[in-house]
């Protein structure tokens, strides 16, 4: 019959209840957009190593990389891709951004820092450096610089990488 209202579809935004998993909008009552559920945003994981090689002081120096992004110094690092490992895409992106190859140690720690809008999580490892090659693939964009921890904690952007590299100094200290 015409005019005659008939129950809503299940499914359809007419027949949602809010919930207590559901998120209300602010001035969109009574739209669809009572109905969306909340889902965490998870940060996008990334790795990346803090290289180290034994300096003529019987101590270490650490390898910073300009970033692509702003120019500011940072330690290399990237998304997880494929079926790589953590450990392995930062070996990966060690050679790709700093031209290092070295051995992967400990994970030394991890922070998160945003980038274009979106939240990343960075977990880091400690790479003992074996060779720094004169060529590698994104010498072109970055530049590599040498530094004791400490000096490389006061010269990067975010906090927990920061915090990152002076553990490394403090535990290489540990290890004699």
């Not at 690092?77 to 290092?100: D, H, M, Q, S, Y």
């Amino acid at each position: 019959m015409r005019g005659m209202r008939t129950a809503a579809r299940p499914g359809s935004p007419d027949s949602l209840q809010p919930s207590a998993a559901m998120r209300r909008y602010e001035g969109c009552e009574g739209s669809v957009h009572d109905a969306m559920p909340i889902r965490p945003v998870r940060p996008i994981p990334q790795s990346g190593v803090i290289a180290w090689r034994p300096n003529a002081d019987d101590g270490i120096e650490v390898a910073l990389v300009t970033a692509t992004s702003g120019g500011h110094w940072t330690v290399p690092k990237g998304n997880i891709e494929g079926v790589l490992t953590p450990a392995g895409a930062a070996r990966c992106e060690a050679f790709e951004e700093a031209g290092l190859l070295g051995s992967i140690g400990e994970l030394i720690g991890d922070y998160r820092y945003r980038k274009r809008g979106k939240e990343r999580e960075v977990m880091l490892f400690s790479m003992r450096v074996a060779i720094a090659v004169p060529v590698w693939p994104e010498m072109a964009r970055r530049q590599r610089r040498w530094l004791a921890p400490v000096d490389a904690a006061e010269l990067v952007r975010h906090a927990g990488l920061a915090d990152c590299l002076r553990a490394l100094s403090a535990q290489r200290l540990a290890a004699g």
